[in-house]
């Protein structure tokens, strides 16, 4: 059976420094739910986990929210879909003609996921980081290769913020269920 780990950037994401306190994860998490579901979730076989994350732009003072995950059986080609989505196309071009920060909106491997836990517990890290992104003089977007911690005092705002929402508010399940023995699939796998 197929699966795949992932990362998801929505167009829609994008927050200024001062705005955090205003997202709300659950509307975000709905959102997603809502467009996996019009892509064939409900129907798809297997099971989808994710995880809310983000990350800090130093140099435009952006929030970058976003969500990692892992998808099981039918649910591949559903993230897959994804890409045809307006709030998820690969676009290199923001519509006032600047250079898109975010190239790929959906990223999938396409090796197999393996060594569990570990995949999924990457899903819920509690650390963001910070990664400045510039356009060079050549008009390429160029990326900090390392991750570093954000400076202050956004990384005190992140902390106060992740601090309000619980994990039930910062993930997402199709297809499982937390059970007193860990996940359980409630979905067939083919």
């Known amino acids: 059976m197929i699966s795949s780990k992932f990362a998801i950037m929505p167009a829609s994401a994008d927050v200024h420094a001062d705005k955090l306190s205003e997202v709300n994860p659950k509307q975000m998490m709905n959102a997603l739910r809502t467009a996996l579901y019009k892509m064939g979730a409900a129907t798809a076989t297997g099971w989808i986990f994710v995880g809310f994350h983000g990350e800090f732009d130093p140099v435009a003072k952006v929030y970058r929210p976003h969500f990692h995950g892992v998808a ?25 003609g ?7 909106r959906v990223q999938m491997t396409r090796k197999p996921v393996n060594r569990l836990p570990r995949p999924l517990t990457y899903l819920v890290q509690s650390f963001w980081p910070a990664r400045a992104l510039w356009v060079s003089e050549d008009g390429r977007r160029r990326r900090a290769r ?6 202050e005092p956004y990384h005190s705002q992140v902390l106060l913020w992740l601090d309000k929402w619980s994990i039930n508010d910062l993930t997402l399940m199709i297809g499982l269920r937390v059970t007193t023995n860990g996940l359980k699939q409630t979905k067939p796998v083919s």
């Open 72 to 96: 099981y059986g039918g649910m591949v080609q559903v993230v897959d879909r994804l890409r045809t989505m307006p709030n998820y196309k690969t676009s290199r071009w923001l519509p006032d």
């Open 98 to 104: 600047s250079p898109s920060p975010v190239y790929r």
């Open 146 to 151: 390392q991750k570093r911690r954000i400076p």
